[in-house]
């Protein structure tokens, strides 16, 4: 089985998520690609999808719903999961969805969806970036829980019965 992994990622968070889950992939026997939602053209070669975005103010980033929009006939006919990332700190606060998802999971077909924690770098910010996170007093560090997301990556393996999956 071959398998892409795509994200939207403002900060390289998001990316840095998706990278895991393609680790996590590759360990438990699938081949997998990851790119960006821009650059994907096309997803014959592959039998499993895995589409994440960073959150914010509530949505996924718009490459990442285009992504869906543009490709959602062929991945009707694949094994699909959405995952976002964004909430953060320690513990993690119970959060909503975001407002795309439901939607998302419809057009994709998608299989189910995740939320992870994210990161927040103030370095990584520009100005209005940093206004908005002294304003609501978002948490700085990095909250990114790497087992869970590797647990997972397995079962999104497991369930597409690829080989080696106990991890």
Request: glycine share 12%.
């Amino acid at each position: 089985m071959r398998a892409l992994v795509t994200a939207a990622s403002k900060h390289g968070s998001t990316a840095d998520i998706a990278a895991a889950v393609a680790t996590g992939l590759r360990r438990r026997g699938l081949e997998t690609d990851v790119q960006p939602p821009e650059a994907v053209t096309d997803l014959t070669p592959y039998d499993v999808v895995v589409i994440g975005s960073a959150v914010y103010a509530g949505h996924w980033m718009k490459d990442a719903k285009e992504f869906v929009g543009r490709h959602a006939s062929a991945l009707r006919w694949r094994e699909v999961w959405l995952f976002s990332s964004g909430p953060l700190g320690d513990p993690l606060q119970k959060v909503e969805e975001p407002a795309d998802v439901v939607a998302l999971l419809g057009e994709s077909g998608a299989r189910g969806h995740a939320v992870f924690s994210g990161r927040l770098d103030p370095h990584e910010l520009g100005l209005g970036e940093r206004l908005v996170v002294r304003a609501v007093h978002a948490p700085l560090g990095d909250f990114r829980d790497w087992k869970d997301i590797d647990e997972w990556a397995g079962r999104i393996a497991h369930t597409v019965g690829a080989a080696g999956t106990s991890g």
